[in-house]
DNA sequence: CAAACTTCTTGATTTATGTCAAGCGGACGC
DNA sequence: GCGTCCGCTTGACATAAATCAAGAAGTTTG
């Protein structure tokens, strides 16, 4: 059983021939570290499962890069609005490692709920998801300081702090690479 | 034609027929300005459209209160995870004038998708459109200074301004009601 | 292996925003 | 109509975080 099978399995509990069929339509695909898969601006016309290695989306503002998310194993890239509403993109997905995705294209992804009756509301409840822990992090940012902030994402997952170069998560945080640099000196003290 | 059936024929698109099945699903309810509609931990089991009035959703941080979002006209109001996922809800909704809403109980909403097939694919586009706002809303406050939020959400929006009391606009805005306060001026002069 | 980049840290300083406190003015009740 | 309350503004000051600049540490490249 894959990474991506598991995945599935966990979130949308569908059955062992539904899981094989769904899985089926991904292909792998490999990223060089470095390597774009989207970039702003191009039809997002797949959806991307991170098998291994580390992804970063961000947005160009100005002269500035703004990362929204990074993405390790198990977690989706891709640019929804882009990818459902045939919109131009409006993130970048960038490799920072080399990195194993799945990948299904838009056309078979509609494949999925004729052959998964289910399927429609399984992704409705997904995205729904996905849509309670951008509220969260919403509320995150009207209610907490820097520090706080990143102490939450800390005990969230302290192994980002390891695997990511500071300045995407620092970014990612709401903040200066200089200031997280400060807080992780006073919270290591 | 209600604005309820005006809001869904726009969004979802169905037919006559749907739309006036789906409608009647609904009923109407009024609150008092000031009354709640919601407390954080009730359980939401019923999703309401604002048909007129102003309604405030917000949570208790510590001593304050964290404004998330303002409702006006043509808005959905909600505990998103309280009402799919059956977990105490996290939002408090008040109404901030006299409200008129129509609403519908958890148990009815799950029989319009017995009743339009097509409803849990429109749902799910509904629900990524909101994601794909809130996405939106994260990066705002990643690249943006509090003037320049307070810009956005005024030429979006002007007359919120006149309508909402400024603090909870600060709130939402992720600001104080002082520095809301000295924007305004600035930005008037 | 050394040079050239990156990335991160650190210090000095500036700026934006928050906090505290006082006062103004409109809305509402009596 | 007058006091009371509430929401907003304003001022003085404090603090968090950004900016600018330099240097250290680690990585990649030739």
């Not at 060089?32 to 291994?52: C, I, N, P, T």
């Not at 309670?132 to 940012?141: A, N, P, Q, S, Y």
């Not at 520090?147 to 702090?161: D, G, V, W």
């Not at 620092?170 to 006073?186: D, N, Q, Y």
Request: charged share 25%; net charge positive; hydrophobic share 40%.
């Amino acid at each position: 059983m894959s990474e991506l099978e598991r995945y599935i399995q966990s979130y949308f509990g569908v059955t062992q021939e539904d899981l094989a069929l769904i899985s089926s339509y991904f292909e792998r695909v490999t990223l060089k570290k470095g390597e774009h898969y989207l970039r702003a601006g191009q039809h997002a016309d797949r959806l991307g499962f991170v098998q291994s290695g580390i992804v970063r989306e961000y947005v160009q503002v100005g002269d500035r890069e703004v990362t929204k998310w990074i993405s390790t194993q198990g977690y989706f890239v891709v640019d929804l609005a882009s990818f459902l509403f045939d919109r131009p993109a409006r993130w970048n997905i960038h490799a920072l490692t080399d990195v194993e995705l799945y990948v299904i294209k838009k056309q078979r992804y509609r494949q999925i709920a004729d052959a998964v009756p289910r399927w429609p509301e399984l992704e409705k409840l997904f995205i729904a998801r996905c849509f309670t822990v951008l509220e969260d992090r919403v509320v995150t940012h009207l209610s907490m300081t820097a520090e706080e902030r990143y102490q939450q994402l800390f005990q969230f997952n302290p192994s980002l702090f390891n695997t990511v170069p500071l300045q995407y998560l620092a970014s990612m945080l709401g903040m200066t690479p200089e200031t997280l640099s400060r807080l992780r000196k006073r919270a290591g003290a």
